[in-house]
């Protein structure tokens, strides 16, 4: 899969579009956006998001998914690559090594030495990129990751 690559404020943007077959007999068109953004040291962020059902024709499907990724306004010059069946939403979250898990207000992962050893280290730093740590109900320490409050991954 190609992608366009972009930095904006020290975020690493790659980014695609994928039309691909769906539909129990394969016979629509589907429009999905793949996108992942890396904080180089510190964090990534994969999605493949549904954006829109297209229709039954490749070529009119494929223009239709043009103007759609002209109004998304997010990288420029973004590829269309395709795809014989169904892709299905996908979320990844990988930092600093943890385990990661979704909720729904952010991700959650139970800390580490390197998270640790990097937490002292550059504090400031890691909340500035939305991360924060506090105690559970049964007084075990939670890393907290919400991209909404991240300062650096509003741009996209």
């Not at 979320?91 to 952010?106: I, Y």
């Not at 280290?121 to 990751?145: A, H, P, Q, T, W």
Request: aromatic share 14%.
């Amino acid at each position: 899969m190609r992608k366009n690559k972009e930095n904006i404020n020290g975020i690493l943007i790659q980014e695609s579009y994928i039309i691909s077959r769906t539909g129990e007999l394969q016979q629509y068109y589907t429009l999905y956006r793949d996108c992942k953004r890396t904080v180089v040291g510190y964090h990534t962020h994969h999605e493949v998001r549904y954006l829109q059902n297209l229709g039954h024709d490749f070529e009119e499907s494929k223009a239709k998914a043009r103007k759609i990724i002209k109004q998304q306004k997010q990288v420029s010059n973004p590829s269309i690559d395709e795809y014989a069946s169904g892709k299905k939403d996908y979320v990844k979250f990988e930092a600093f090594g943890l385990d990661w898990h979704n909720t729904r207000k952010g991700y959650t992962a139970s800390p580490n030495r390197e998270f640790w050893n990097l937490w002292r280290k550059d504090k400031i730093k890691i909340k500035e990129l939305g991360f924060s740590v506090f105690k559970n109900f049964n007084e075990k320490f939670v890393v907290f990751f919400n991209m909404k409050n991240s300062i650096n991954m509003e741009v996209v």
